[in-house]
């Protein structure tokens, strides 16, 4: 594989790659479970609640918030044992 002639040359090498380490992949156990898993992490995270937040009428029911993201908040964070 010293000259590619084009893209689809590329694609060709990388699928047959593929499909020879494919023989070689293992199952993940228990992957027959996993929307079983998803199903009740949704039916959890979903859960309805009474709402006690202003503006809302009282025994309205409304969905859980979204939770916060953290991801602009790595700075904030310090680990154990740096000192800072």
Same mark, same amino acid.
């Given at each position: ?7 689809? %040359? #590329? ?7 593929? !499909? ?8 993940? /156990? @228990?992957?027959?479970? %996993? #929307? ?7 039916? !959890? ?8 937040? /202003? @503006? ?29």
């Amino acid at each position: 594989m010293k000259r590619w002639k084009n893209g689809k %040359m #590329v694609q060709r090498w990388v699928a047959a790659g593929l !499909l020879e380490a494919e023989s070689r992949f293992r199952r993940i /156990k @228990g992957y027959r479970d %996993m #929307v079983l898993l998803k199903n009740e992490i949704r039916r !959890l995270t979903t859960k309805k609640m009474i709402c006690t937040q /202003k @503006g809302v009428k009282s025994g309205q029911i409304q969905r859980n918030p979204t939770p916060r993201k953290l991801h602009g908040d790595r700075d904030k964070f310090v680990e154990a044992g740096t000192g800072f």
